[in-house]
């Protein structure tokens, strides 16, 4: 891997059920955390890393996403005339970024979402970041993923997925690793045995659960095409993918620090909400 991450794509075309009606009218993606919406959170995730280049997989209705990062000049020279250089700071934070977006227009998976943005990717490795997770207390999740895939030593393509350590009885609400070896320098990073998706709590191989995070190989949107979920007919996700590409590459996982808010339910957005305060 390169010393600089450069591109990462945002999946974020899902319908956002669970929060009608608001949702309606304005994506889930929008909702306030502190004086910036959830998607904007992301992004600057993946710009403190210095990634330069950022996919927006929406779905048609959420064009409002791409435009709260376009730049609006009138309004940063109003801020000028102002003074209010806080502000101006903020709107002219995502000027160095080039933002492209995809469509995906059917809800079929992770992985297809992903494929919308196949063409787009250019670099070897790509950053994945999927919106219902965020991770504070302590560096980024991107950030510790980075650090954790560039201390793995292994030959040729690798992947690395965010890991979080789960209550049992939830194991069927994620996808599960099987841990082959962990770092002699670092613990929390793991080189995996297998990934399952949401086992049964019985025959779940841990309690590590994949939360929103993932570095993957360009080769990745090759497979993608070919894989289809054992739990739910025609969709493609990634979890799937990667299982393929085991007998190929190597995997790691990575069991971040800090405490994972989760955005995608209202109770979890709830307290998102108070976490910003």
């Known amino acids: 891997m390169s010393k600089n991450l450069t591109q990462a794509i945002l999946p974020l075309a899902g319908l956002g059920t669970r929060f009608l009606p608001w949702t309606k009218a304005v994506p889930k993606e929008m909702l306030p955390l502190g004086t910036k919406p959830i998607v904007a959170h992301l992004v600057e995730e993946c710009i403190d890393l210095g990634i ?11 064009e409002l996403i ?12 109003e801020m000028a005339r102002r003074g ?8 002219c934070r995502y000027d160095a970024v080039r933002f492209h977006v995809s469509y995906q227009d059917e809800q079929r998976g992770d992985g297809h979402a992903i494929l919308q943005a196949a063409d787009w990717v250019a670099s070897d490795e790509v950053a994945v970041l999927f919106g219902d997770d965020l991770f504070v207390g302590a560096g980024s999740a991107l950030s510790q993923l980075f650090d954790a895939y560039n201390l793995c030593d292994a030959a040729g393509e690798r992947a690395i997925v965010a890991l979080e350590n789960i209550p049992r009885e939830l194991t069927k609400k994620y996808g599960i690793v099987e841990v082959e070896s962990e770092h002699p320098k670092n613990p929390r990073v793991k080189k995996l045995k297998s990934l399952i998706e949401k086992p049964d709590p019985a025959a779940a191989p841990s309690t590590l659960g994949i939360v929103g995070r993932y570095l993957i190989p360009k080769s990745t949107f090759a497979v993608l095409p070919h894989v289809h979920s054992a739990t739910r007919d025609n969709e493609i996700r990634l979890i799937d993918a990667l299982i393929a ?10 069991e971040c620090e800090g405490k994972r808010l989760d955005t995608g339910t209202f109770e979890g957005y709830r307290k998102a909400v108070v976490n910003f305060e």
């Open 84 to 91: 209010n250089s806080n502000i101006l700071e903020q709107l």
């Open 245 to 254: 590409q085991l007998k190929d590459i190597a995997i790691f996982g990575c």
């Open 66 to 77: 791409p435009q709260y990062f376009a730049r609006d000049e009138k309004l940063e020279a």
């Open 52 to 62: 330069s280049d950022i996919c927006l997989v929406i779905s048609k209705g959420k």
